[in-house]
């Protein structure tokens, strides 16, 4: 059956750094997101991309971090600058045709930030 | 602001004792509600969609429901390997985001 991957599935960073997260979504699958959980915490959506462009973002998605598709298989999360507070599970999904398709989540990448 | 609360935030079961998990949601127009199984350590799998409210979805031993201010999910005869958190998520009409709940965290002992 196929599945999201994300690597690496743990990546311990300086603060301040810059970290890349990535994600190769479901082959067939057309809308992107990336959602965070922070330890003992809900999962929170983070920002959704669609046809090249980030199409819903929420409060959390400020100038610190952006998206991109570099190519027709992989989809990253970029973090400049990083703090001590992004310390989490970040989760990339992908969806089928139609926004009410289920979001398929890959395992996620745990990102310390020491 | 759409808001998720499910209920218990945990449950210890007896392997066999059929139970339900409780998912009560506030949005401003339901395009869908979705349950997920999350295992420590791993994303969220996705289990059911509900569209409206009267739908009722069936795999194994988990029947999810749906009525305009909640939808349960419950659990039949389980087995000590449903043991996991269960997560509940709305995706409003107007938006891309899926809002989750804080989950169950179910344990079925042998």
């Known amino acids: 059956e196929p599945e999201v991957t994300q690597t690496p599935s743990h990546q311990v960073t300086q603060m301040g750094q810059e970290v890349i997260l990535r994600c190769v979504p479901i082959?067939?699958?057309?809308?992107f997101y990336w959602y965070r959980q922070i330890l003992g915490q809900k999962v929170e959506f983070l920002v959704s991309?669609?046809?090249?462009?980030?199409?819903?973002k929420s409060e959390i998605f400020d100038d610190q971090f952006s998206v991109e598709r570099p190519d027709g298989s992989n989809f990253t999360l970029k973090i400049r600058s990083t703090k001590l507070e992004d310390s989490a599970m970040y989760f990339c999904a992908s969806s089928g045709q139609g926004k009410d398709q289920p979001q398929h989540f890959g395992d996620g990448t745990r990102l310390s930030i020491l | 602001e759409d808001q998720v609360t499910q209920s218990p935030e945990a449950l210890r079961l007896q392997e066999g004792e059929s139970s339900s998990l409780n998912c009560s949601y506030t949005?401003?127009?339901?395009?869908?509600l979705f349950w997920y199984r999350q295992d420590p350590g791993k994303g969220p799998e996705f289990l059911f969609t509900?569209?409206?409210a009267g739908e009722e979805k069936e795999k194994e031993r988990l029947k999810a429901t749906l009525t305009k201010k909640e939808s349960f999910l419950h659990i039949t005869a389980p087995k000590p390997e449903d043991s996991a958190t269960y997560l509940c998520?709305?995706?409003?009409?107007?938006?891309?985001?899926?809002?989750f709940g804080e989950g169950t965290q179910l344990t079925v002992n042998p």
């Open positions: 998520a709305v995706l409003e009409t107007s938006g891309s985001r899926l809002t």
């Open positions: 991309f669609y046809n090249n462009e980030i199409s819903e």
């Open positions: 509900l569209y409206s």
């Open positions: 082959s067939n699958h057309l809308y």
């Open positions: 949005v401003s127009g339901l395009r869908g």
